[in-house]
């Protein structure tokens, strides 16, 4: 596997969690969560994929969805966490959590 | 940025492109919102972009960002032909999952090949139920120089070959074509279902967020 494959693995396996970690403090619509993410992180490759990664947590029922015509020069669809995606979100942080843990103590490991 | 009138057919253009796309394997309904959501998008970014160092060239920097049309379809395709496959079963929505996979990689591939081949065996055997009452002569088990070789229609049989069997073959093909038929489909839902798992998932996890840590991670 090349290092870009691994890479790209790892964004994919990262952008769920990255999107409804976004969504966990309020409602936001699609750019506003390209930007949030753009911000801190580099998991968003190209803006279009994006929209159907949330069509999907959409479709789980992790989030729900409603297109707001006053909040802003043009309708937006805002995005809201579930209870069954606050649910999923506890669930992924504690493992990537418990993950990232293991993955640093090999790094120290590694390093001694 | 204020788009001029080249601008906005081109904005127009493409999110013609992305609905229709859409449209081959999503309801109308569901295309056109997906597409109000990318045009929504796009005039965020038009507004918030300086006119430089011309139009074109920040609107065509937008939407490389965005990704082509088909792109973006393809996306959507992939994000969502495979959960309609796994939670309704039906076999348009199976065959168009099996067949994304199959682009996906090697193990896509070498997946969708095998259930290919599961279906076409079951439509063989029911082919066969289907001739026999046609071609009673020539559907059947064909045996050469006394051994049993085929199941299925030989039409100009050479010498030391022959088909043999009743209409109960009809019966026998039929049964064996709907048994083979269904155990495909499930071993595709089940394919399709792993697939996703695996997909969704962060690698030492399974794919729904429950926590069953995978064998051996």
Excluded at chain 1, 6 to 17: A, H, P, S, T, V
Excluded at chain 1, 51 to 66: D, I, K, N
Excluded at chain 1, 89 to 97: A, D, I, K, N
Excluded at chain 2, 95 to 113: E, I, K, S
């Amino acid at each position: 596997m090349s290092l870009e494959t691994w890479q790209e693995q790892l964004r994919r396996g990262g952008l769920e969690l990255a999107v409804l970690l976004c969504l966990a403090g309020r409602a936001r619509y699609g750019l506003e969560v390209i930007r949030h993410l753009q911000e801190g992180t580099d998991l968003v490759v190209t803006e279009g994929t994006l929209y159907p990664l949330m069509a999907r947590l959409t479709g789980e029922g992790l989030l729900t969805s409603e297109w707001r015509e006053d909040q802003g020069p043009h309708p937006r669809k805002y995005y809201t966490l579930s209870a069954r995606g606050r649910q999923r979100l506890e669930q992924m942080s504690g493992h990537w959590r418990e993950f990232t843990g293991k993955i640093d103590r090999l790094l120290e490991e590694a390093k001694r | 940025m204020m788009l001029s009138e080249a601008g906005q057919a081109r904005v127009r253009g493409y999110l013609y492109v992305l609905e229709r796309s859409l449209r081959t394997f999503q309801s109308v309904e569901a295309a056109r919102d997906a597409t109000r959501e990318v045009e929504s998008h796009i005039r965020d970014r038009v507004e918030e972009a300086p006119a430089e160092p011309d139009e074109r060239t920040a609107l065509e920097g937008i939407l490389a960002r965005l990704g082509t049309p088909t792109r973006v379809a393809r996306a959507y395709s992939t994000e969502l032909a495979v959960d309609e496959a796994v939670a309704t079963g039906r076999l348009g929505a199976v065959a168009r999952a099996v067949g994304q996979l199959a682009a996906t990689g090697v193990t896509g591939f070498l997946g969708a090949l095998g259930l290919f081949s599961g279906y076409a065996i079951g439509l063989g055997f029911v082919a066969v139920a289907v001739l026999k009452p046609i071609f009673p002569a020539n559907v059947g088990f064909i045996w050469r120089n006394g051994v049993p070789m085929a199941l299925g229609a030989h039409f100009n049989l050479p010498p030391g070959t022959e088909v043999r069997g009743g209409y109960w073959v009809m019966l026998f093909a039929l049964a064996a074509g709907m048994l083979v038929l269904v155990l495909t489909h499930r071993a595709a839902r089940r394919f399709l279902a792993w697939w996703r798992s695996r997909r969704s998932g962060v690698f030492p996890f399974d794919g729904h967020g429950t926590g069953r840590p995978r064998p051996g991670a």
